[in-house]
């Protein structure tokens, strides 16, 4: 009655058990733990809230809850829909359609690699997943940097903000698409420059209560706060009107209003002369012409120059590497941005060369600033983590400021950043499987992969989708294949491949790393699968159409089910009980046919035997193999042994070509080769119990195939030369077939 009476809401019910499915750690098929856990949580509810259930008791709540969950499982299994059933099918009833289908050994149980572990979301997990659809959606606008930056500026401040880090860095990477390497260094160096001085006017800004309407009143207003606290050593020149020019035309260049400061200096009677300079600059792109460059550079050496506002702007202006402490002194973001504006990126050789043509010059290049930057530490920086990461990305140290984050503990802000230098091919990256942080030629380098595999472990269990989606950012086909495939194989949780409802691993994340990586993630858990008798081997390796491994996977499986059955008679031999003979017919069985009948038929229709000989001769033998045991446990001791004389590979009647065997036996697949010796102890052993069974002149003539079976033994090592496992079996088994052999001559 309830879906007759609640038709309306059934989808959003089945989203519900979806949306459940999704946030547990199980299995989605392991059914009795779902069910449990909801038990658990309405007896909590009805204890704490017996107001709000509006059910007739906790066994209705169930009973809801426990069709919601099956459908939901179904439907995530993209099984058959019950929805029509729901009004007159009882619990019962639905669960043994679901047992019918799938059999309860797929209902699997929690494993102690499956418990659920205490491990909260990644911190900027929601620009990850927007960068993932961005990709698969092949979106070219998105900006992954403005979605940390939302992130950084709407949560909660447990730890300082890093805004300032993810803005600057968004600045950095405009215009830098499809530069080459030099140009970049130069697009990155401006854009950096630019990032300082709009921060500059911001707080100019806020600082005297105005608006930008007018630039250059705010910076006089500015400046004229500012003269009172610089020491009397700044000595700075003032006009008629007590203006100190110097300083108002420096903050102007500080903040970038380089109209501003044209027309400044161009209208102010003490600038005019430094105007025609400021030209050559703009024009040259922050380079003089060579002989207005040496103008200045010998007004910087005049000892007349006391002026440190002067002193300022003559430094920008030719990019000497001149210390103007008052002004560095103001600010952190003052000393990056003079050194960022005078640093040089060229060559030590092309920097020697400008200091040899110019007189009284200092070339500061790129590396020497960063050097200086690294060798200054955090605690120069008045161990502002913020600011210090700030001046390495400025310096564009972008390995050491992802290391200076991770040895923090700043785990979410390290991978996050390296992710968006990664993207914007600014990261040195490598990869290795040792360590995270390496320098190759004076440059840190990143280990990228391993970086992102390190944070995204954590959660790969409870958040399996998430981790996929870092997965699918690294830079390295094997370290793909091996993250993604060790996902899956840590928890044993197959449904992670096979359940597309849930999982993103064989739909979205396929699409993203593409179809040849897929295979390989999907081979390496499918071979783990088999090797670890799971049964889901089979299932996996059809995913990638991986016809040979099906095969393969069936014959080991048909190993694992021999064993099972060669121990039980073994058992039942070693309890020492005579054994009665069956008499009836033994109905012989296809195990394979039988368990896969579906993917069975479908390589059959393909041919897919026929292009395979030898595994599909493995099955077949296999197959008979099992048929003995499974008579011997039915105890049809003589139809085991018609069998097992029916493969053509033992000597026992009414086999008419015995000269034929040894070339059988050297035909067969390694893995078949393994079960020989086994099998003809098998045989020995049935005739030795049948011989004192039967009475003449019958057991004359088992007794001949005893005897005949005895002397195989003896040379079947020769046919199995080569293979390990069959000659360490023949060895373990020596003493019992001579026991046996010694009872025969007492018959």
Not at 1 to 19: G, T, V
Not at 681 to 701: A, C, K, W
């Amino acid at each position: 009655n309830f879906s007759k009476k609640n038709a309306h809401i059934l989808p959003a019910a089945e989203q519900k058990a979806r949306d459940f499915l999704a946030s547990t750690s199980y299995n989605p098929s392991s059914m009795k733990s779902i069910l449990d856990k909801l038990a658990f949580q309405a007896q909590q509810s009805k204890e704490k809230a017996q107001e709000r259930t509006d059910f007739r008791g906790l066994e209705a709540y169930l009973d809801k809850f426990k069709r919601l969950m099956v459908q939901g499982v179904l439907d995530s299994l993209n099984r058959p829909q019950f929805h029509g059933t729901w009004g007159t099918s009882s619990w019962e009833g639905i669960r043994q359609k679901v047992v019918d289908r799938k059999g309860w050994d797929y209902f699997t149980l929690p494993t102690p690699k499956r418990q659920k572990p205490t491990c909260k979301a990644p911190f900027y997990l929601q620009a990850v997943s927007k960068l993932f659809h961005a990709k698969l959606y092949r979106t070219e606008n998105f900006k992954f940097l403005q979605e940390l930056l939302y992130i950084e500026s709407t949560r909660e401040r447990d730890l300082e903000s890093f805004d300032l880090v993810w803005s600057l860095l968004e600045r950095q990477v405009e215009h830098t698409a499809n530069k080459d390497p030099e140009d970049l260094v130069y697009q990155v160096l401006e854009n950096t420059c630019n990032f300082f001085q709009q921060l500059f006017v911001k707080n100019l800004l806020y600082l005297t209560g105005s608006d930008s309407r007018n630039i250059t009143k705010n910076v006089k207003k500015y400046v004229e706060d500012r003269i009172k606290t610089f020491q009397t050593s700044s000595n700075a020149e003032f006009d008629e009107e007590g203006e100190a020019y110097w300083g108002v035309l420096y903050f102007l260049l500080r903040g970038g209003c380089l109209d501003e400061a044209k027309h400044y200096s161009q209208s102010h009677p003490g600038l005019q002369w430094i105007s025609r300079y400021l030209e050559s600059y703009f024009r040259g792109q922050g380079v003089l012409e060579n002989q207005l460059m040496q103008d200045l550079l010998d007004a910087l050496a005049s000892p007349d120059l006391i002026d440190v506002f002067k002193k300022g702007v003559l430094v920008i202006l030719t990019r000497n590497n001149l210390e103007v402490d008052e002004l560095q002194e103001i600010s952190i973001e003052d000393y990056l941005w003079i050194k960022l504006k005078i640093v040089n990126p060229v060559s030590e050789e092309e920097a020697s060369n400008l200091e040899t043509g110019y007189s009284n010059y200092n070339v500061l290049t790129l590396s020497d600033f960063q050097q200086t930057v690294i060798e200054t530490k955090l605690e120069h920086f008045e161990g502002d983590r913020v600011v210090y990461c700030l001046a390495l990305i400025g310096s564009m140290c972008m390995g050491e400021a992802v290391e200076f984050l991770y040895n923090q503990n700043l785990l979410d802000q390290a991978v996050h950043l390296a992710i968006a230098l990664y993207l914007n091919n600014m990261l040195p990256v490598f990869y290795h499987d040792s360590s995270l942080f390496e320098d190759f030629e004076g440059i840190k380098h990143v280990n990228f992969c391993k970086l992102v595999s390190q944070y995204s472990e954590p959660f790969s269990h409870s958040l399996p989708n998430e981790a996929l989606k870092y997965i699918s950012l690294m830079n390295s086909t094997k370290a793909v294949v091996s993250e993604a495939s060790k996902l899956v194989i840590a928890n044993e949780n197959y449904q992670i491949i096979l359940n597309t409802e849930v999982y993103i691993f064989s739909s979205y994340f396929r699409q993203i790393v593409g179809e040849n990586i897929y295979k390989e993630c999907v081979e390496a858990v499918a071979e783990y699968a088999a090797n670890h008798k799971a049964p889901e081997a089979v299932e996996l390796f059809n995913m990638i159409q991986d016809f040979p491994k099906i095969l393969e996977t069936w014959v080991l499986e048909l190993k694992s089910e021999l064993k099972t059955l060669e121990g039980q008679w073994r058992e039942e031999v070693s309890k020492g009980w005579k054994l009665k003979e069956e008499r009836g017919q033994f109905q012989r069985c296809s195990y394979v046919r039988k368990k896969y009948p579906g993917l069975y038929n479908e390589l059959q229709s393909k041919n897919i035997f026929q292009h395979f000989p030898d595994l599909d001769k493995a099955i077949q033998v296999l197959e008979e193999f099992l048929n003995v045991y499974l008579a011997l446990s039915k105890r049809y001791l003589r139809q085991s042994m018609s069998l097992l004389a029916a493969t053509g590979l033992f000597p026992i009647r009414p086999l008419s070509r015995r000269s034929e065997i040894p070339e059988k036996i050297k035909s067969l697949h390694k893995l078949v080769k393994e079960e020989i010796p086994d099998m003809v102890f098998t045989g020995i052993e049935v005739h030795s119990i049948l011989v004192n069974m039967v009475q003449p002149p019958e057991q004359h003539e088992l007794k001949d195939d005893l005897k005949d079976l005895l002397m195989f033994f003896g040379e079947v090592g020769e046919y199995l030369k080569g293979n390990i496992q069959a000659e360490a079996r023949i060895k373990d088994l020596e003493s019992y077939v001579i026991d046996i052999k010694g009872k025969l001559v007492l018959i």
